[in-house]
């Protein structure tokens, strides 16, 4: 990975920059269209949102609200000012870490900037946060797995489908992460597909007006049904396997994962703007939590961005890694092959001595 987002300007040239704006930004709804603006449209007619849209534009806003803000969608000056700097301070990350020789989390993550608003979570308004769960909910939360807060790993059942490289699950995918933050769309007459740089996945979405499948057919990402209701995209999805988190352990909800059943419904829309796209999206699973939430923030074209393929670690090599280093089973196996000498683990001393006297490894 390299570091793909501009560094943010001095604190003086922040502040100036976001006190005229305060308000008229919008929360939770597309900003008015300016006058005399129109969508473009596709060869074929349809509105055209291609492009890709790096969600490090937003990565330092959190998906929920903190405590800090109370009810409030917005910060005050002060508080956007001193988010800015904290993800100015942040970016620099890898630049510290070149200048002393070091190598570390600042030359992996990504986050970019934060949004003025409090978190991408922006219904029911008056927390900015996920309802709580039903007692299901509950109950499938404690069995969740994840090496985000495990420390024994005996069997896959104690990974989450981000740590298999499978997916982060839904809405999760549709939310920045630390990394890898690129979303591409592209549209083909009765098809729109987002590329996801993150696991590198692909949502098809197709606008032919096709029922969903017989509801024994379940996937990852579930199954998605695309129509146009004037120039917004409306996505709705279902057929969900219930695997896959909601919300993973980690980077969007600290150590305590949400989980999903096959209830798991989410109507997204995708509505066009001068600069990008305006994303919303309502989330139900009434098995899971005890009401629905919405997501809404706006998405911003920057067709300069570079994706990387994301390889994630290839083989799967880590399951079995995280396996043999903590399982008790295997116990001898790292006696054997990792008992610390002054000269080593058995396998570095092996290299050594095949170094030395020339041979091949």
């Not at 001193?82 to 100015?88: G, H, Q």
């Not at 970016?91 to 990504?110: C, I, V």
Request: proline share 9%; hydrophobic share 35%; glycine share 10%.
């Amino acid at each position: 990975m390299k570091t793909r987002f501009p560094m943010l300007a001095g604190a003086a040239m922040l502040l100036a920059a976001i006190a005229p704006a305060a308000a008229q930004e919008t929360v939770g709804v597309p900003p008015p269209a300016p006058a005399g603006w129109s969508a473009p449209k596709t060869a074929w007619g349809d509105p055209d949102l291609r492009g890709m849209y790096p969600l490090d534009q937003v990565g330092r806003t959190p998906m929920q609200r903190r405590p800090q803000y109370g009810n409030r969608l917005l910060m005050t000056d002060e508080e956007y000012a001193e988010a800015l700097r904290s993800a100015e301070e942040v970016e620099a990350g890898a630049d510290r870490e070149d200048a002393n020789n070091q190598l570390g989390s600042g030359n992996w993550f990504e986050y970019g900037t934060a949004l003025r608003q409090t978190a991408l979570v922006v219904e029911p308004a008056e927390t900015g946060r996920i309802p709580a769960l039903t007692e299901e909910g509950l109950r499938r939360q404690k069995d969740m797995r994840s090496s985000w807060n495990g420390q024994v790993f005996e069997s896959l059942k104690d990974f989450n489908s981000l740590d298999r490289c499978i997916t982060r699950g839904m809405p999760a995918t549709m939310v920045p992460f630390p990394y890898n933050n690129g979303v591409r769309v592209f549209q083909s007459p009765g098809w729109v597909v987002i590329n996801h740089e993150m696991i590198h996945e692909q949502r098809f979405i197709p606008l032919d007006g096709r029922p969903q499948p017989h509801d024994g057919v379940r996937t990852w990402l579930g199954s998605s049904r695309g129509h146009w209701e004037g120039d917004t995209l409306v996505v709705e999805t279902t057929n969900f396997n219930g695997l896959s988190p909601m919300v993973i352990v980690g980077p969007s909800n600290g150590t305590s994962g949400i989980p999903t059943s096959h209830s798991l419904k989410i109507v997204e829309k995708f509505t066009p703007t001068p600069n990008g796209l305006y994303y919303e999206a309502w989330v139900e699973d009434p098995e899971i939590l005890t009401g629905p939430f919405k997501i809404g923030y706006p998405w911003t074209r920057n067709n300069a961005y570079e994706p990387f393929e994301y390889a994630c670690h290839e083989g799967n090599t880590l399951v079995i890694a995280n396996i043999r280093s903590t399982s008790p089973r295997f116990a001898d196996w790292r006696a054997q092959n990792f008992q610390a000498t002054p000269e080593g683990t058995p396998e570095q001393v092996r290299r050594e001595e095949a170094a030395e006297s020339g041979g091949q490894d």
